[in-house]
C-alpha cells in the first residue's frame, strides 16, 4: 500500500527564517514519483515540483530546496528566508497510477 | 503550462437537490481525470478516476449512485451530487492527465459546494 505522512500539522515561524517541512512515504513500487504542492486560501493546488524515483539529485529553485533520500524514504523541503506570502499549506503527494496526498502541513509565517 | 477548468467556482444548492461540477482540459486531451474531495483543513481524498468513454472506477467508500461521473469526451469530465446533503458541502477538485503530455496531472482550481 502506499502511504505519505507529513508529521507536522502545523508550523509557525517569524518572517526571514529557514524552514523545513517533512514528507516520508511508503511504496512498494520501484519507480514511482513524488510532488510538493502549495495550497494558498484561495484553494488552488500550485505545483512545486515532482521527482522521479531515479533522481535523488536535490534540487534548488530561489528559496525552495528539496531533499530526496531514499534509503531514509524522505522527500523534505526547505524553504529559506521565509516570507509572509509562503503561509499556506503544503501537501507532499506520492503517485503511482495514482496521486495519493499527505494531510498537509500549515506553514504560518508571521511578520 | 497545459489548464484545466472548473465550473462552477462555487455552489449553493438546497439540501435535496442535485448539482453538477463541471471538469475540462482546455488545451489538451485527457486521457484520465481524477475527482477528489477536500474537507476543510484536511488533505485532498481520491474520489474516482475515470477514463473517457467507460464507467468511472471509485475508491473504497466513496457512494457511487450518489456521485455521478460522466466522462463523455477527452476534454469534460462531469461530477453529480445527487440529493445533496449539508455533509456532502466541500471543496471537489479535478485533475487530468494526458498521455501525450507523459502523464503529468494538472489540477482544476476547485469548485466549493455548500449545501444548505
Known amino acids: 500500500a502506499q502511504k505519505v505522512t507529513q508529521a507536522q500539522t502545523e508550523i509557525s515561524v517569524v518572517e526571514k527564517e529557514d524552514v523545513t517541512l517533512d514528507c516520508v512515504y511508503e511504496?512498494?513500487?520501484?519507480?514511482?514519483?513524488l510532488f510538493w504542492y502549495k495550497q494558498p486560501p484561495s484553494g488552488e493546488l500550485v505545483f512545486l515540483i515532482r521527482?522521479?524515483?531515479?533522481?535523488?539529485q536535490n534540487e534548488i529553485s530561489g528559496r525552495y530546496s528539496w531533499n530526496f533520500q531514499k534509503s531514509t524514504s524522505s522527500f523534505n523541503f526547505t524553504i529559506t528566508a521565509s516570507q509572509v506570502v509562503d503561509s499556506a499549506v503544503y501537501f507532499c503527494?506520492?503517485?503511482?497510477?495514482?496521486?495519493?496526498f499527505g494531510k498537509g502541513t500549515r506553514l504560518h509565517i508571521l511578520p | 503550462g497545459a489548464v484545466v477548468s472548473q465550473h462552477p467556482s462555487w455552489v449553493i444548492c438546497k439540501s435535496g437537490t442535485s448539482v453538477k461540477i463541471e471538469c475540462r482540459s482546455l488545451?489538451?486531451?485527457?486521457?484520465?481525470m481524477f475527482w477528489y474531495r477536500q474537507f476543510p483543513k484536511q488533505s485532498l481524498m481520491l474520489m474516482a478516476t475515470?477514463?473517457?468513454?467507460?464507467?468511472?472506477?471509485?475508491e473504497q467508500g466513496v457512494e457511487k449512485d450518489k456521485f455521478l461521473i460522466n466522462h463523455a469526451s477527452l476534454t469534460l469530465s462531469t461530477l453529480t451530487v445527487t440529493s445533496a446533503h449539508p455533509e456532502d458541502s466541500s471543496f471537489y477538485i479535478c485533475?487530468?492527465?494526458?498521455?501525450?503530455?507523459?502523464?503529468?496531472?494538472?489540477f482544476g482550481p476547485g469548485t466549493r459546494l455548500t449545501v444548505t
Open positions: 475515470s477514463n473517457e468513454g467507460s464507467k468511472a472506477t471509485y
Open positions: 511504496t512498494r513500487d520501484t519507480t514511482y514519483y
Open positions: 503527494a506520492l503517485s503511482g497510477d495514482k496521486i495519493i
Open positions: 521527482r522521479n524515483s531515479f533522481d535523488e
Open positions: 485533475s487530468a492527465i494526458s498521455r501525450d503530455r507523459g502523464y503529468e496531472q494538472y
Open positions: 488545451d489538451f486531451q485527457a486521457t484520465t
